[in-house]
């Protein structure tokens, strides 16, 4: 009879081990990828801040005309044709809304046409439809900015959990953005920033309910659509640039340079 092949066990045990650095090696790519694409991405690593970097940052002039617009054109069409033009509320709100989804679907059909990157695009023409959607089915206007409550809230449990998991999101993205894996964890200091800016994203979404969220119940209209422009790409850019100070101060620039 044969002899087992005492080697064997030793071979699949380095198959094994081979395999997990594979995986592990993918799944910090795929991690490094999806960080990069975050708004941080574009400025990590960057010694200095400059106005284009934080503008790249929040997707460019386009990127800012989709985010800001289809919202801007739904709030002024509707002050207009209620407060100037006498309209009854519900009448006006066909039109903005309509005013608002066609403007979405513009920079939609642009982005695609100009083969650019029509993600982003789309993102925000599905969340337009969407809101528009359940604005026109209890017929408020107010609904028109439902969904982003419940979107804001989604995020800030999000990073609460990371928080309390003690893998707070922000060091997750800051640690593959700059090659440092999961390394930071091991950090006392990194890892006290990480929680840190993890707070401040939370404060980001928290602060946006705790003030749009009273306007829906007063039944304000134009200060919750003035309230959620404001605090909406301008906030998120603060925040962008808080977050790249902190991270600049934790990273030494050696280390950055490195990279």
Do not use: C, H
């Amino acid at each position: 009879m044969a002899e087992p092949d005492a080697r064997r066990p030793a071979d699949e045990e380095r198959s094994d081990a081979a395999a997990d650095v594979s995986t592990s090696a993918e799944f910090a790519r795929q991690m490094a990828a999806a960080a990069e694409r975050s708004g941080l991405g574009a400025l990590a690593r960057d010694e200095k801040l400059s106005g284009g970097d934080l503008l790249k940052a929040v997707g460019g002039v386009r990127g800012l005309l989709e985010a800001l617009l289809p919202g801007l054109v739904f709030l002024v069409t509707y002050a207009v044709l209620t407060s100037l033009s006498g309209w009854a509320t519900q009448d006006a709100l066909v039109p903005a809304l309509a005013a608002s989804v066609g403007l979405a679907v513009v920079f939609t059909v642009v982005r695609i046409a100009t083969k650019g990157q029509p993600t982003q695009a789309i993102a925000g023409l599905i969340g337009v439809l969407a809101s528009a959607a359940l604005s026109l089915w209890t017929g408020d206007a107010r609904d028109n900015y439902v969904l982003g409550f419940f979107t804001n809230a989604a995020y800030a449990l999000a990073l609460l959990v990371s928080l309390l998991v003690r893998w707070p999101a922000i060091g997750i993205i800051v640690g593959f953005l700059m090659g440092d894996g999961t390394a930071w964890r091991q950090d006392r200091r990194k890892m006290r920033a990480a929680q840190f800016l993890t707070v401040v994203w939370i404060g980001l979404f928290a602060a946006r309910l705790l003030v749009q969220v009273p306007f829906y119940f007063v039944e304000n209209v134009a200060a919750l659509g003035l309230s959620r422009l404001l605090m909406g790409v301008p906030l998120y850019a603060l925040v962008l640039v808080f977050t790249w100070l902190v991270v600049r101060a934790v990273y030494p620039s050696s280390a950055r340079a490195s990279e």
